[in-house]
């Protein structure tokens, strides 16, 4: 009688708190070798990374099949996550290879082989807060990215994403509506002249929640780089948008400033501090708007910058307080600088917003001037966590930001850039991390 196969052992690994695979039997070695990664780099699986931060949040082992790919075949797995003390441990039972499944698509579209402009070998992947979990190691050299360094970075930090014809980001686009795109443009934020077309699928965990995307990217010969980070195509808002917004907006000022007259009769002071309090920020919201059609202001005009940026402090001051943050404004004499007085104003409001909501409670935010015979500063000072220099520029870019995904949308420190250069200043950035952020506007003097 013939006796049965024998058992064979489980696949063992470990993650550490960091999410990176440290312990690795020579399978799965190789998977991750082949997922663009190495063992004691980020875990590049995705299948199994998703298990493993099952596991981290819920704290107790989880047991789950996945189905990982590797270069040539996929890999039918019973993947078990066992919490220990601050790794996971990972057992792997049921290691069954076989010939990977056709595309999804191939009915519509055709299968990958009928095209010739996508290279099969330069694949990636990203976890659902667009952080980089596998590079074929073909594209990372296309690119001049080294695979140790860049898997768990944020996409954004390590790649320039440019605009399609019609002004939008597609992985954006689909990252917002956790939807597959394709036709995003890429190139590296370290030089060179490859530019690549990425293509993505979304990746769903076990229980069919959004993961990231996986996908190709297609090399683009003698494509042109994007535009620069701060030009806006006139097309940001039209014409009947903003028509749209500043109608109501008006409205809600004059309704402000009746409330403040006590138009209707008589009222609390605080009461009307706080009409006073929606009359300005309705200002600034206009004055956004206008920046965004591109309207030309007066930037040659002289402007106080002490007291236009003691304006700006009045209206960020309630907000501040709700956050337990302090705004402390050194005393200074009038500072004549050549500017858009509303230009400046939204400029300094975006850069003392950015610095509250960055700042832990119980911080403050400074502001402070300086000037020579040439130029006028103001300097916003706040004590958070700081920012890596390899975001320094990438932050005035348009939709990119310095913390997490709920930090609005991209926007204000592009335009504040824009406006302070097309008054013939700038507005640079002075941090490291867990030293606080230093944005320092400057003008010409007047």
């Keep these: 009688m013939a006796s049965a196969a024998p058992e064979r052992p489980p696949i063992l690994g470990r993650v ?47 047991t789950r099949p996945a189905i990982a790919a590797s270069e040539k075949r996929d890999i039918d797995l019973v993947v078990n996550a066992i919490p220990e003390g601050s790794d996971i441990r990972l057992v792997i039972e049921g290691w069954n290879e076989r010939v990977p499944s056709g595309p999804r698509l191939a009915p519509l579209y055709g299968s990958v082989a009928e095209s010739d402009s996508v290279e099969p070998e330069l694949h990636w992947a990203v976890d659902d807060q667009l952080r980089l979990v596998a590079l074929s190691p073909e594209l990372a050299e296309r690119l001049g990215l080294d695979l140790g360094e860049v898997i768990g970075q944020p996409l954004t930090r390590i790649l320039r994403l440019e605009e399609d014809e019609s002004g939008e980001m597609p992985l954006l686009a689909g990252l917002a509506g956790r939807q597959g795109f394709s036709g995003q443009r890429i190139s590296a934020r370290t030089g060179g002249s490859a530019v690549f077309r990425l293509s993505g699928e979304t990746v769903l965990d076990r229980e069919g ?66 009409a006073a309090d929606i009359s300005t920020a309705a200002r600034h919201l206009l004055s956004v708007i206008r920046s965004m059609r591109e309207e030309s202001g007066d930037g040659g005009a002289t402007v106080d910058l002490a007291a236009l940026a003691a304006e700006a402090v009045i209206m960020l001051e309630s907000s501040a307080e ?18 858009d007085e509303r230009g400046v104003i939204q400029i300094l ?10 700042s832990p409670a119980g911080s403050t935010v400074s502001l402070s001037f300086r000037s020579d015979q040439e130029r006028a500063s103001a300097i916003v000072a706040d004590e958070g966590p700081g920012i890596e220099p390899a975001d320094h520029e990438r932050i005035f870019e348009r939709f990119e930001r310095a ?39 400057t003008l010409p003097r007047a």
């Design 322 to 339: 709700g956050r337990g943050v302090a705004i402390r404004l050194e005393l200074s004499r009038s500072l004549p600088a050549r500017g």
């Design 209 to 274: 929640s959004f993961a990231g995307f996986e996908g190709r990217a297609e090399p683009l010969a003698g494509a042109p780089t994007g535009a620069p980070a701060d030009a806006f195509p006139p097309s940001a808002i039209d014409q009947a948008l903003d028509e749209a917004l500043r109608s109501p907006i008006d409205r809600i000022i004059q309704c402000a400033d009746r409330i403040i007259e006590r138009g209707d009769g008589p009222l609390r002071s605080d009461y009307a501090a706080y």
């Design 16 to 62: 550490d708190s960091t999410g990176r695979l440290v312990e690795a039997d020579p399978q799965l070695a190789a998977l991750q070798a082949e997922a663009g990664s190495r063992v004691g780099s980020v875990l590049a699986i995705p299948q199994l990374a998703a298990i493993v931060r099952m596991a981290r949040n819920l704290r107790v082992p989880v």
């Design 403 to 441: 913390g997490s995904s709920d930090d609005g949308t991209g926007l204000g420190l592009a335009i504040a850039r824009r406006l302070a250069r097309s008054m013939g200043g700038d507005i640079t950035l002075d941090s490291r991390p867990g030293q606080g952020a230093r944005f320092t506007l």
């Design 349 to 358: 409001v975006n850069l003392i917003g950015n610095a509250v909501r960055h």
